[in-house]
């Protein structure tokens, strides 16, 4: 199992942060609660498969 720290902002596309997330739900072991403020910034730690871990929208990270 690979572990990921996600941080991503507004101008990043927390929507598809969001999005990859519940595409992926059934398939990551992990899932934290998002300790940014969720407004502007969402830090999200999620842990599954690495090839699941892999898929993660490169474009939305920070």
């Not at 998002?34 to 990270?61: F, H, R, Y």
């Amino acid at each position: 199992m690979k572990k990921e720290l996600i941080v991503t902002s507004e101008d990043n596309n927390q929507e598809k942060l969001y999005a990859w997330i519940d595409e992926n739900r059934g398939k990551l072991t992990f899932v934290s609660k998002d300790s940014g403020c969720g407004c502007c910034v969402s830090i999200i730690t999620v842990e599954g498969e690495e090839k699941i871990i892999n898929t993660i929208p490169q474009e939305i990270l920070l």
